[in-house]
């Protein structure tokens, strides 16, 4: 079993930067698909970005692309989630997930979550 725990959420202005990590432990670990998740209050879980397990594969929101990139280091078990040009709509709690394949990071697909950790993006 993979247990995750992610860090780096906090409050900032918009435009400004942050970088989510989430570091991940467990036999196989680096061998699982990864993604980030986020919920707003009052809103659904959505996918924010995903990668394969070697790298190699990386996938966005719309809402995203352009200002996220997701990648991981397999030497430290850790993914990381580099936000930049932030906007209020990106105030959310941001989980991330592990699946032992792409298709299985959905919000109903992985029963692999971290704990969540808050950004606040004010204007």
């Known amino acids: 079993q993979v247990q995750l725990v992610e860090s780096g959420g906090g409050l900032v202005q918009a435009g400004d930067s942050l970088r989510l990590s989430c570091a991940a432990s467990?036999?196989?670990?680096?061998?699982?698909?990864v993604g980030w998740f986020r919920q707003a209050p009052g809103k659904e879980r959505e996918s924010v970005a995903t990668?394969?397990?070697?790298?190699?594969?990386?996938s966005y929101a719309d809402s995203v692309k352009d200002r996220f990139t997701i990648s991981r280091d397999n030497a430290k078990n850790t993914v990381y989630l580099q936000m930049n040009n932030l906007k209020p709509e990106d105030t959310a709690v941001y989980y991330c997930?592990?699946?032992?394949?792409?298709?299985?990071?959905?919000?109903?697909?992985?029963?692999?979550w971290g704990q969540g950790t808050q950004v606040t993006v004010s204007s």
């Open positions: 467990g036999r196989t670990s680096s061998t699982y698909a």
């Open positions: 990668i394969n397990w070697s790298g190699s594969y990386t």
């Open positions: 997930a592990a699946g032992q394949t792409l298709d299985r990071l959905t919000t109903t697909g992985t029963d692999t």
